[in-house]
């Protein structure tokens, strides 16, 4: 295929927000208040509306008559290239701002950078997207002091998931042979800069949410090149189940 | 910046597009929202360039069949095309449109500036549409649907939506 590289590109960053969206979709009416389970559905729904951008893109460019359909819901296990991240499951609402947070710093940094981007439709993508994504980080933002610069209870829950997700955060950075090939063209984001500024901002946040910084230096990482969490096996049970059991269906 | 002078649209399909509401706020027309960015006839077939106001809003394939039903009742086709750039921007709403919201119970969004300083609670400055004190606060940065935040009146105590400003 010609732009194998531009292809296997978006759908890295497509899967990132489909897998997030998801996740977030499956709190649909399980929020703790009202309020923030309007909030997360609709931080799912701007992710859903992203990622269905990039893939019905990727499928204009792989042709052969494939549909944003089939990439979202027909890929294996081994083909989604999301993050270990954004798969991690809803353990409770602390966790899921937490892992929210994480990605969304990430994901603005990215989206900033992917503006410059000399493929026009990536950076359209972004230009919408970013707007969105800024709500986001606010959001999750605000409930990481809120919960940690809460009782105890809320910081030893928040404390907790901030340490078990710092593991994840490392591989946000790594670059796939996609990303150095779309890098060097000017087309995609050289995430391995983004770095020394993402940990510097949300390590300012931790800290004024009275939580501390976790040490380990332990990443786990392996989502960029399909290899995934236990949890990921799972999801895409959920996720592909419609369109396994009932192909080609339409909404 | 006005609807008018930033999309392409023939003059004489504007009496159908009128017909064609936006789903989530039925008071609003498709040009009082500023969502069809082209609309033009050729040969018989209308050209339409629709773009979303958040990338996830479900109501585009909606607006989309309807404009195909709207269009097909004077025995005409339609092809519609999504586009992303330029991105939508509240400017885009009719000074029509905004007046439409507000009567229908949904305060305007307001500058950039003024929307970051509300969203954030620094300032009061969103008005109640129910009794027009600016005595409001907050809720939910995300309201019913993707474009709207929850806002409620510390003057009636009622709860309104704010259609949040988005350049």
């Keep these: ?251 | 910046m006005t609807l008018t002078q930033t999309a392409n649209i023939d003059t004489h399909l504007i009496p159908i597009l009128e017909q064609v509401s936006d789903p989530e706020i039925p008071v609003l027309t498709v040009l009082d929202l500023g969502v069809i960015r082209e609309a033009v006839e050729i040969n018989d077939v209308i050209h339409i360039k629709l773009t979303p106001t958040y990338s996830g809003c479900p109501a585009m394939d909606v607006i989309g069949d309807d404009l195909e039903k709207a269009f097909s009742e004077i025995g005409k086709k339609v092809t519609i095309e999504l586009v992303l750039a330029p991105a939508w921007s509240t400017d885009w709403i009719s000074e029509v449109g905004l007046k439409k919201m507000e009567e229908y119970g949904i305060a305007r969004p307001l500058s950039e500036t003024a929307d970051k300083e509300v969203l954030l609670g620094n300032k009061k400055l969103v008005k109640c549409t129910n009794c027009g004190s600016t005595n409001t606060h907050l809720v939910s940065q995300f309201g019913s649907t993707a474009c709207k935040a929850l806002f409620k009146c510390d003057a009636c105590q009622e709860p309104f939506d704010y259609f949040k400003c988005l350049k």
Aim: glycine share 8%; aromatic share 10%; with cysteine.
């Design chain 1, 1 to 251: 295929m010609k732009n194998e590289n531009l292809y296997n590109y978006i759908l890295g960053i497509a899967d990132n927000s489909l897998i997030l969206g998801q996740r977030l979709g499956e709190l649909c009416g399980h929020g703790p208040t009202l309020e923030t389970d309007i909030a997360g559905t609709n931080i799912s729904l701007d992710l859903i509306g992203q990622c269905r951008n990039y893939y019905q893109y990727a499928a204009k460019i792989k042709g052969e008559e494939k549909t944003e359909d089939d990439l979202a819901f027909l890929r294996l296990e081994r083909e989604y290239k999301n993050v270990l991240l954004v798969e991690q499951p809803n353990t409770h609402f602390g966790y899921v701002m937490g892992r929210q947070f994480l990605f969304d710093v990430y994901h603005l940094m990215f989206m900033t950078e992917l503006l410059k981007s000399k493929d026009e439709t990536l950076a359209a993508i972004a230009k919408k997207g970013i707007k969105e994504v800024s709500y986001h980080k606010r959001f999750s933002g605000d409930w990481v002091k809120r919960l940690g610069d809460g009782t105890d209870e809320s910081n030893a829950k928040m404390q907790e998931a901030i340490d078990d997700l710092w593991t994840y955060t490392d591989e946000l950075f790594d670059m796939t042979a996609a990303d150095k090939a779309m890098a060097a063209e000017g087309i995609g984001v050289d995430v391995s800069k983004l770095k020394d500024a993402y940990y510097k901002e949300v390590s300012e946040v931790i800290q004024e949410a009275n939580l501390k910084l976790p040490e380990s230096k332990y990443f786990i990482r392996g989502g960029k090149k399909g290899v995934h969490s236990e949890h990921m096996g799972y999801l895409l049970a959920d996720l592909q189940y419609m369109q396994r059991t009932y192909p080609n269906m339409e909404w």
